[in-house]
């Protein structure tokens, strides 16, 4: 009566053993399979902000130029050629010709030609699409086509970055395949889940929620890639993207907290790799009340936000959280930058010079421990992403100090992708802000303008508006002097920390995890993966454990 | 010092349960309430059962009494996930705070909201059953047809949809929420009673003297249903803590930083491998409840029903 | 039996009504305006244009809830704004996932339940009897995801012997045979169904048990034990034969627990299936996924419950005949 009844569970376990373990390594072309947190939602450029997008969207899709390791971003010369092989520059200085490589192709067969770029700029400054990377190339008047080969652009001033934001911001796109496509319909187009690029990977499939995968484009206009194969492993949470690693199920993971690192210690076929990172961490505070318009309550006076500032042991806070060897953050600025020099001002620890502040300003202290003006309660909500642990627990650590100085706290926590879009909408109090920096100094142009702020975009959610801030940094822009340019962002930076829109908290440079088997290039300090085909796995082979990539994107 | 206070909790527990005891042993006959609980006690793990839970409701009530340190301070960083020790029983999370002290209050929120909610619950089924039983025809079956749908629903669905779409949930809205989802198989249990008893002759009796319908169901109906709504509502309060545990670790739940048994648990997954006490000991916290909860229900529901053949 | 499958559709048609008031009810009553710019991602202008044709936006409520049946009845499910896709292409990738989860876990659920039930009814007042009882119980009272997490915490430092993640090894799948990559998937699944048989085969244990019980008292088995056939015969032929019987319709109340208990399972276990999409959806409040959530697992449960029934109604003989 047993026994046969027994039968089908047996086969059935007997399957499950025999599956699995792949024995012959050498059938598997070598692979790099990163975990992480995030799956993307659409794969084409243009119209995500997704940091797994932008990866995948990275190896598939080329610039014109790229930037060298060492990120010079002024001029021409720290430059390297990408889809295009050369360029001129006319007398005046008004336009630059790029020349494309004839060997480029899209992964479909047609050649790269001139219009793609035509194309691609246009897309990418058309308002219903809404890139990111629009009001960067703001100021390229146009682009056309010289021949078929020639792109070029125009522009109707010089400045020091205009090649980097002519060459080197947005994607080429393949015209044959899109420019039949209204603007407002790219967002459903089926290109987004199966896109054509002209990179050295090309797509092969998506599995929702779990995998992305990429393999080599052997005809690669710039040589064979040396890793064949390319996975993004998707994982519910940061947690899990870790434990693929641990397991051996990825052989890369991109960000390692503190208690990873030491776990790692123990993996001897698992090395960390420490790479510099333009990443700055702060409590952005929205000036604007919630119709948008009048000042916020309590974060439109600047006293009450630098008396906020001076509430918060960043040093305790960054030390309990990540490490002793984190650097706070002075501003939203990295500390790598030409631009940065040491005596720059530091709102101190302070907290009874917080809550003296707080009274002179008229927060009264109430029984409750909370304090009170005008019948507004000093009361607000912290916005964090789920997807970072560190930042959930600096939020808690935040709502603990402002609690000793009468402020209450609450917490909110969104995904990734929501907590963008509550940003770009202005739909929060204070929120815990992770910025990737532009390569460029100039980058804090973009983020803290009060152009920025009018433009209602993604960019200045917090509405920081000084006349003084955007005349420092205006100059310093356009200063073709560096020494110059220099005081000038001194000055800029020094208005900015003391006016206080946010609490900086601190900069992170990345501690990445692999195998040792992964020989990784450089890592650039902006985008760690643009180098990615450039790497090597070990023994050129890959097996179902170690031996394999895998990248890991993670909205930490 | 404050081993002290758990002494002293100790023997008021203990106490507590051996009246209890003396009671059930109390073999002369009399109510039918000693002779159920003379059955009750004739079940060994149903009598642990509710020691148990007595114990946990004592800890909860004592809990600001009993913990070691303030939930929700936050201690020296050096601190962090600290190994548990004698100063700090299930040792620290990630934010250095004491994760004893907050798995005693989280147990007390977590206890007191699956009562209140059970409560909610077993009040709106009981009116939902009686007037759909009562009301008969058309009436009826719609009702019933509405408590299907809300069952074919898995509970937890339900949940998350509602505390997403309504999120931040304050602990009060958790505690309607929980209740407004919990009701549909006491309302089906007690439409059952309601029925079975309109077939009876003493209500036919009673109509035909001219009592209302109410005094009948308080006279007739009620104490009839007791019995199965309180198995149903001991057993349900075991899921009613379950599913607060889940939305508290979806993060949907009770909020940061008050403690509940589910939000620590959130707390400790990241940390699984390096500091697993932050996500065993709320956990263990959970199946302990339930199961007395579980246990107790279904001594209840054996000691309470002298008609049903002993299956034991 | 037509009779009977047909009255079953229609309650389940009706059930699966109530339903989608539900949660239309719910969409409306809920904060914030389901079909805007919600958490500041902007909306595509034809989506916006094909929600207003579609969902009759501009018109009253009662037009609305109109729509919105037509809608759903026709497929439509919304849009998910944290996805930037229809809500069914989202369930034509996850469902199959969850029901491939639910398929496993309810054969070894009922495998354990039915088996433990057997053992304990014949072991009766025995050691056997009480243990078996007892630990299935306290597996039972164990909120799901703890019990994931202990597991995943067990087979992903200590013995690593299962995968703790995913569907597939996503190295190797592509260049598998279908029987490694069957195998590999079967490995796979052995954690997250082995939490949701730990949690569920208690309640079926017991009631299998007394079905048992019940079975054993019949007229016909004291008969059969008086002419003197052996005991595990009897047990074999007639007592199992129809204490299987009510077994069967506990389907219909396992399959609500076990959905359920797959959303925690499958997000712990990052199973990509209907339950992980909807916890996911609550970090980015996405309302037309949870709700759509809601709908389809009621949908679930109708269509096991009309399969539980039409089983019942094939395995016995006088249902049939009525």
């Given at each position: 009566?047993?026994?046969?009844?027994?039968?089908p569970?047996i086969?059935?376990?007997?399957?499950?053993?025999?599956?699995?373990?792949?024995?012959?390594?050498?059938?598997?072309?070598?692979?790099?399979?990163?975990?992480?947190?995030?799956?993307?939602?659409?794969?084409?450029?243009?119209?995500?902000?997704?940091?797994?997008?932008?990866?995948?969207?990275?190896?598939?899709f080329?610039?014109?130029?790229?930037?060298g390791?060492a990120?010079n971003?002024?001029?021409?010369?720290?430059?390297?050629?990408?889809?295009?092989?050369?360029?001129?520059?006319?007398?005046?200085?008004?336009?630059?010709?790029?020349?494309?490589?004839?060997?480029a192709h899209?992964?479909?067969?047609?050649?790269?030609?001139?219009?793609?770029?035509?194309?691609?700029f246009?897309?990418?400054?058309?308002?219903?699409?809404?890139?990111?990377?629009?009001?960067?190339?703001?100021?390229?008047?146009?682009?056309?086509?010289?021949?078929?080969?020639?792109?070029?652009?125009?522009?109707?001033?010089?400045?020091?970055?205009?090649?980097?934001?002519?060459?080197?911001?947005?994607?080429?796109?393949?015209?044959?395949?899109?420019?039949?496509?209204?603007?407002?319909?790219?967002?459903?187009?089926?290109?987004?889940?199966?896109?054509?690029?002209?990179?050295?990977?090309?797509f092969?499939?998506?599995?929702?929620?779990?995998?992305?995968?990429?393999?080599?484009?052997?005809?690669?206009?710039?040589?064979?890639?040396?890793?064949?194969?390319?996975?993004?492993?998707?994982t519910?949470?940061?947690?899990?993207?870790?434990?693929?690693?641990?397991?051996?199920?990825?052989?890369?993971?991109?960000?390692?907290?503190?208690?990873?690192?030491?776990?790692?210690?123990?993996?001897?076929?698992?090395?960390?790799?420490?790479?510099?990172?333009?990443?700055?961490?702060?409590?952005?505070?929205?000036?604007?009340?919630?119709?948008?318009?009048?000042?916020?309550?309590?974060f439109?006076?600047?006293?009450?936000?630098?008396?906020?500032?001076?509430?918060?042991?960043?040093?305790?806070?960054v030390?309990?959280?990540?490490?002793?060897?984190?650097?706070?953050?002075?501003?939203?600025?990295?500390?790598?930058?030409?631009?940065?020099?040491?005596?720059?001002?530091?709102l101190?620890?302070?907290?009874?010079?917080?809550?003296?502040i707080?009274?002179?300003?008229?927060?009264?202290?109430?029984?409750?421990?909370?304090r009170?003006k005008?019948?507004?309660?000093?009361?607000?909500?912290?916005?964090?992403?789920?997807?970072?642990?560190?930042?959930?627990?600096?939020?808690?650590?935040?709502?603990?100090m402002?609690?000793?100085?009468?402020?209450?706290?609450?917490i909110?926590?969104?995904?990734?992708?929501?907590?963008?879009?509550?940003?770009?909408?202005?739909?929060?109090?204070?929120?815990?802000?992770?910025?990737?920096?532009?390569?460029?100094?100039s980058?804090?142009?973009?983020?803290?303008?009060?152009?920025?702020?009018?433009?209602?975009?993604?960019?200045?959610?917090?509405?920081?508006?000084?006349?003084?801030?955007?005349?420092y940094?205006?100059?310093?822009?356009?200063?073709?002097?560096?020494?110059?340019?220099?005081?000038?962002?001194h000055?800029a930076?020094?208005?900015?920390?003391?006016?206080?829109?946010?609490?900086?908290?601190?900069?992170?440079?990345?501690?990445?995890?692999?195998?040792?088997?992964?020989?990784?290039?450089?890592?650039?300090?902006?985008?760690?993966?643009?180098?990615?085909?450039?790497?090597?796995?070990g023994?050129?082979?890959?097996?179902?454990?170690?031996?394999?990539?895998?990248?890991?994107?993670?909205?930490? | 010092?404050?081993?002290l206070?758990?002494l002293?909790?100790?023997?008021?527990?203990?106490?507590?349960?051996?009246?209890?005891?003396?009671?059930?042993?109390?073999?002369?006959?009399?109510?039918?309430f000693?002779?159920?609980?003379?059955?009750?006690?004739?079940?060994?793990?149903?009598v642990?059962?509710?020691?148990?839970?007595?114990?946990?409701?004592?800890?909860?009530?004592?809990?600001?009494?009993?913990a070691?340190?303030?939930?929700?301070?936050?201690?020296?960083?050096?601190?962090?996930?600290?190994?548990p020790?004698?100063?700090?029983?299930?040792?620290?999370d990630?934010?250095?705070?004491?994760?004893?002290?907050?798995?005693?209050?989280?147990?007390?929120?977590?206890?007191?909201?699956?009562?209140?909610?059970?409560?909610?619950?077993?009040?709106?089924?009981t009116?939902?059953?009686?007037?759909?039983?009562?009301?008969?025809?058309?009436?009826?079956?719609?009702?019933m047809?509405?408590?299907?749908?809300?069952?074919?629903?898995?509970?937890?669905?339900?949940?998350?949809?509602?505390?997403?779409?309504?999120?931040?949930?304050?602990?009060?809205?958790?505690?309607?929420?929980?209740?407004?989802?919990?009701?549909?198989?006491?309302?089906?249990?007690?439409?059952?009673?309601?029925?079975?008893?309109?077939?009876?002759?003493?209500?036919?009796a009673?109509?035909?003297?001219?009592?209302?319908?109410?005094?009948?169901?308080?006279?007739?109906?009620?104490p009839?249903?007791?019995?199965?709504?309180?198995?149903?509502?001991?057993?349900?309060?075991?899921?009613?803590?379950?599913?607060?545990?889940?939305?508290?670790?979806?993060?949907?739940?009770?909020?940061?930083?008050?403690?509940?048994?589910?939000?620590?648990?959130?707390?400790?997954?990241?940390?699984?491998?390096?500091?697993?006490?932050?996500?065993?000991?709320p956990?263990?916290?959970?199946?302990?409840?339930?199961?007395?909860?579980n246990?107790?229900?279904?001594g209840?529901?054996?000691?309470m029903?002298?008609?049903?053949?002993?299956?034991? | 039996?037509?009779?009977?499958?047909?009255s079953?559709?229609?309650?389940?048609?009706?059930?699966?009504?109530?339903?989608?008031?539900?949660?239309?009810?719910?969409?409306?009553?809920?904060?914030?305006?389901?079909?805007?710019?919600?958490?500041?991602?902007?909306?595509?202008?034809?989506v916006?244009?094909?929600?207003?044709?579609?969902?009759?936006?501009?018109?009253?409520?009662?037009?609305?809830?109109?729509?919105?049946l037509r809608s759903?009845?026709s497929g439509?499910?919304?849009?998910?704004?944290?996805?930037?896709?229809?809500?069914?292409?989202?369930?034509?990738?996850?469902?199959?996932?969850?029901?491939?989860?639910?398929?496993?876990?309810?054969?070894?659920?009922?495998?354990?339940?039915?088996?433990?039930?057997?053992?304990?009814?014949?072991?009766?007042?025995?050691?056997?009897?009480?243990?078996?009882?007892?630990?299935?119980?306290?597996?039972?009272?164990?909120?799901?995801?703890?019990?994931?997490?202990m597991?995943?915490?067990?087979?992903?430092?200590?013995?690593?012997?299962?995968?703790?993640?995913?569907i597939?090894?996503?190295?190797?799948?592509?260049?598998?045979?279908?029987?490694?990559?069957?195998?590999?998937?079967?490995r796979?699944?052995?954690?997250?169904?082995?939490?949701?048989?730990?949690?569920?085969?208690?309640?079926?244990?017991?009631?299998?048990?007394?079905?048992?019980?019940?079975?054993m008292?019949?007229?016909?088995v004291?008969?059969?034990?008086?002419?003197?056939?052996?005991?595990?015969?009897i047990?074999?032929?007639?007592?199992?034969?129809?204490?299987?019987?009510?077994?069967?319709?506990?389907?219909?109340?396992?399959?609500?627990?076990?959905?359920?208990?797959?959303?925690?399972?499958?997000?712990?276990?990052?199973?990509?299936?209907?339950g992980?999409?909807?916890?996911?959806?609550?970090?980015?409040?996405?309302?037309?996924?949870?709700t759509?959530?809601?709908l389809?697992?009621?949908?679930?449960?109708?269509?096991g419950t009309?399969?539980?029934?039409?089983?019942?109604?094939?395995?016995?003989p006088?249902?049939?005949?009525?």
């Amino acid at each position: 009566m047993r026994p046969h009844r027994a039968l089908p569970a047996i086969a059935l376990l007997l399957l499950a053993a025999c599956g699995g373990h792949d024995r012959n390594a050498a059938t598997h072309p070598s692979t790099l399979v990163m975990s992480l947190p995030a799956d993307a939602d659409n794969l084409l450029p243009p119209l995500t902000t997704n940091e797994t997008a932008s990866q995948v969207g990275a190896l598939m899709f080329e610039k014109l130029v790229e930037p060298g390791d060492a990120l010079n971003t002024v001029g021409d010369a720290g430059f390297r050629p990408s889809l295009a092989d050369s360029w001129t520059w006319s007398a005046d200085s008004l336009s630059i010709a790029f020349h494309l490589d004839p060997k480029a192709h899209w992964h479909d067969g047609v050649p790269v030609r001139a219009n793609d770029v035509v194309y691609s700029f246009r897309v990418n400054a058309s308002k219903d699409v809404g890139s990111p990377v629009g009001p960067l190339i703001a100021i390229v008047d146009s682009v056309t086509a010289r021949d078929s080969l020639t792109p070029v652009f125009w522009f109707h001033a010089r400045s020091p970055e205009q090649f980097y934001n002519a060459g080197s911001q947005i994607r080429i796109l393949p015209a044959h395949l899109l420019q039949s496509i209204p603007d407002s319909a790219l967002k459903t187009a089926p290109f987004g889940r199966q896109p054509v690029g002209s990179g050295p990977y090309r797509f092969a499939r998506w599995v929702s929620g779990s995998s992305i995968e990429l393999d080599a484009d052997t005809t690669f206009h710039r040589g064979r890639p040396k890793v064949d194969r390319l996975i993004w492993s998707i994982t519910p949470s940061p947690d899990a993207a870790i434990l693929r690693l641990f397991s051996g199920e990825a052989n890369f993971t991109e960000y390692l907290r503190p208690q990873d690192v030491a776990q790692l210690a123990r993996h001897p076929e698992l090395k960390a790799v420490h790479h510099p990172a333009l990443q700055v961490f702060y409590m952005l505070l929205n000036e604007r009340a919630a119709n948008g318009r009048s000042p916020h309550p309590i974060f439109g006076d600047r006293e009450v936000r630098r008396a906020l500032t001076m509430a918060v042991d960043r040093r305790r806070a960054v030390n309990t959280v990540l490490d002793s060897l984190t650097p706070v953050a002075a501003g939203p600025f990295s500390s790598a930058f030409w631009s940065y020099d040491s005596t720059l001002p530091r709102l101190p620890y302070a907290p009874d010079s917080a809550r003296a502040i707080l009274d002179r300003r008229g927060w009264v202290m109430g029984p409750d421990g909370v304090r009170h003006k005008n019948g507004v309660a000093l009361h607000f909500t912290i916005l964090a992403p789920s997807t970072s642990t560190v930042r959930q627990q600096m939020a808690v650590l935040l709502q603990d100090m402002f609690k000793q100085v009468g402020a209450k706290v609450d917490i909110e926590r969104v995904d990734f992708a929501a907590f963008n879009g509550r940003q770009q909408a202005h739909q929060f109090e204070a929120a815990l802000v992770g910025m990737g920096l532009d390569p460029t100094p100039s980058g804090i142009q973009q983020e803290w303008t009060t152009q920025a702020a009018r433009a209602n975009g993604p960019s200045n959610a917090g509405k920081y508006e000084s006349a003084q801030f955007d005349a420092y940094v205006d100059s310093a822009v356009r200063a073709m002097d560096p020494a110059k340019a220099k005081s000038y962002y001194h000055q800029a930076y020094a208005t900015i920390i003391e006016d206080a829109p946010a609490i900086w908290l601190y900069e992170s440079s990345l501690v990445s995890g692999m195998s040792t088997h992964v020989q990784p290039a450089t890592m650039r300090a902006d985008m760690w993966f643009v180098h990615l085909a450039d790497w090597t796995v070990g023994d050129g082979a890959a097996t179902s454990g170690s031996g394999s990539v895998a990248l890991a994107a993670s909205a930490h | 010092m404050f081993a002290l206070r758990w002494l002293a909790a100790g023997i008021l527990v203990v106490s507590l349960c051996a009246a209890l005891w003396r009671l059930a042993r109390r073999r002369d006959s009399g109510s039918r309430f000693q002779g159920a609980l003379a059955r009750y006690a004739a079940h060994p793990s149903a009598v642990i059962a509710l020691a148990v839970l007595i114990v946990l409701y004592c800890v909860a009530a004592f809990a600001p009494w009993l913990a070691s340190h303030d939930p929700i301070e936050i201690l020296a960083p050096s601190l962090v996930n600290h190994a548990p020790s004698a100063t700090f029983v299930f040792g620290t999370d990630y934010a250095g705070r004491d994760v004893f002290s907050r798995v005693l209050y989280g147990a007390r929120l977590s206890l007191t909201v699956a009562l209140l909610a059970t409560l909610i619950s077993v009040l709106i089924g009981t009116a939902y059953g009686v007037t759909a039983g009562f009301a008969g025809g058309a009436l009826d079956a719609i009702m019933m047809r509405i408590v299907d749908a809300f069952l074919a629903i898995p509970r937890i669905v339900l949940l998350i949809a509602v505390g997403t779409l309504w999120s931040p949930l304050s602990v009060t809205s958790l505690v309607i929420v929980l209740g407004l989802t919990a009701w549909f198989a006491t309302s089906r249990l007690v439409r059952a009673e309601v029925l079975s008893i309109k077939e009876r002759e003493m209500v036919a009796a009673a109509r035909a003297l001219g009592a209302r319908d109410l005094a009948i169901v308080r006279r007739h109906v009620l104490p009839n249903v007791l019995t199965p709504v309180l198995v149903a509502a001991t057993l349900g309060v075991a899921g009613v803590i379950i599913n607060e545990a889940a939305l508290s670790f979806l993060g949907i739940g009770v909020p940061d930083p008050t403690p509940s048994l589910g939000n620590i648990i959130r707390d400790g997954t990241p940390y699984l491998a390096s500091a697993w006490w932050v996500a065993l000991f709320p956990g263990l916290a959970l199946v302990i409840t339930a199961l007395a909860y579980n246990l107790a229900g279904d001594g209840l529901r054996d000691a309470m029903d002298p008609r049903q053949v002993d299956r034991s | 039996m037509r009779r009977l499958l047909a009255s079953r559709l229609l309650q389940g048609i009706a059930v699966v009504w109530v339903v989608t008031t539900l949660t239309f009810v719910l969409l409306h009553l809920a904060p914030g305006d389901p079909y805007a710019f919600r958490e500041g991602v902007p909306v595509a202008p034809e989506v916006l244009q094909h929600w207003r044709h579609v969902y009759c936006l501009d018109r009253p409520v009662s037009a609305q809830y109109v729509c919105y049946l037509r809608s759903v009845a026709s497929g439509d499910l919304g849009y998910s704004l944290s996805q930037h896709r229809p809500v069914r292409d989202i369930l034509i990738d996850y469902v199959p996932r969850t029901l491939e989860l639910m398929f496993f876990g309810m054969l070894a659920s009922f495998a354990l339940g039915i088996a433990l039930g057997v053992l304990e009814a014949r072991r009766r007042g025995t050691f056997a009897d009480w243990g078996s009882r007892g630990i299935s119980l306290f597996f039972y009272s164990m909120p799901d995801f703890w019990l994931a997490l202990m597991l995943a915490l067990l087979f992903a430092y200590w013995l690593p012997i299962f995968p703790i993640s995913g569907i597939e090894n996503v190295i190797a799948a592509p260049t598998n045979s279908w029987w490694q990559r069957a195998g590999d998937h079967l490995r796979h699944l052995v954690l997250p169904v082995t939490t949701l048989m730990l949690m569920t085969c208690a309640g079926i244990a017991r009631f299998q048990r007394a079905a048992m019980l019940d079975a054993m008292r019949l007229d016909f088995v004291v008969t059969a034990r008086a002419k003197g056939v052996p005991e595990h015969a009897i047990a074999g032929h007639h007592v199992l034969r129809n204490a299987l019987l009510p077994v069967i319709t506990l389907a219909g109340i396992t399959l609500p627990s076990l959905l359920g208990g797959a959303v925690l399972v499958e997000l712990i276990f990052s199973w990509p299936g209907m339950g992980y999409i909807t916890a996911m959806a609550v970090g980015s409040r996405d309302y037309a996924l949870v709700t759509s959530s809601v709908l389809v697992t009621s949908v679930l449960v109708v269509l096991g419950t009309i399969a539980a029934d039409v089983l019942y109604a094939i395995a016995d003989p006088r249902v049939r005949a009525a």
